[in-house]
């Protein structure tokens, strides 16, 4: 079975830009989280998305937004970027979104 | 806001020396994991522990959670260079979301 998939591995933006991140979760997995790993630190909690339906947000701003589709699958958009946006972003699905949590290798985003 | 502290935040050990890393603090949570993470690379889950006082062991991995369950700690014995990586302890505090120590970088060298 595949495991986490997300698209693109690496990205270059400019400042001011937009990104979009795209993930596909284990299939019966029905939870969708992303995370934002700066080098250097663990990973920060920005979104879970359960059933199509935001369960939880982290302490990021109104730039960053997310959702998740009829097939689980789930997107995280990010505008107006800002240097500081560059860092690991993760993807991680469980089945109900409480336990068990297997992340994707992530997209590496550079803003410039 | 619940902050884990992870100590120490880098080693660089020999082949076959044994070590551990302490996960620490003040909130109580639900439920404690264990990851490793290598370079390029998302978190790879190791263990879970739930229970306060549990022990869980992992090949030469043991993993332990506090009687209060604010703190955790994981031993390595006779570590490898394959054991190399970043190892983060996360939590969960009673919602969805996993809150993550910084890390701590192990380098084994042969």
């Known amino acids: 079975d595949a495991g986490v998939t997300q698209s693109p591995t690496h990205l270059i933006k400019t400042r001011g830009q937009h990104v979009t991140l795209r993930c596909s979760p284990i299939?019966?997995?029905?939870?969708v989280s992303w995370y934002q790993q700066v080098l250097g630190q663990g990973p920060q909690f920005i979104f879970q998305?359960?059933?199509?339906?935001?369960?939880g947000r982290g302490n990021f701003p109104d730039r960053f937004s997310a959702r998740q589709f009829p097939n689980y699958s789930s997107e995280l958009n990010v505008n107006a970027l800002l240097l500081g946006d560059s860092a690991l972003y993760l993807c991680?699905?469980?089945?109900?979104?409480?336990?068990?949590?297997?992340f994707g290798s992530g997209t590496r985003l550079t803003v410039v | 806001t619940q902050l884990l502290e992870q100590s120490p935040q880098f080693l660089s050990i020999q082949e076959g020396e044994n070590l551990t890393v302490y996960c620490n603090s003040s909130?109580?949570?639900?439920?404690l994991q264990w990851y490793r993470q290598e370079p390029g690379e998302g978190p790879v889950l190791l263990v879970t522990?739930?229970?306060?006082?549990e022990v869980k062991k992992l090949k030469r991995l043991t993993f332990q959670f506090g009687d209060a369950r604010k703190d955790s700690s994981l031993h390595i014995t006779a570590a490898q260079p394959g054991d190399t990586g970043l190892y983060l302890c996360?939590?969960?505090?009673?919602?969805?979301?996993?809150?993550f120590g910084k890390g701590m970088k192990l380098t084994v060298n042969p």
């Open positions: 991680a699905s469980s089945q109900t979104g409480t336990y068990g949590y297997t």
């Open positions: 299939s019966g997995h029905k939870s």
């Open positions: 998305y359960y059933e199509k339906e935001e369960r």
């Open positions: 909130s109580v949570f639900s439920s």
């Open positions: 522990v739930v229970t306060g006082g």
């Open positions: 996360a939590a969960q505090g009673g919602s969805e979301k996993l809150v």
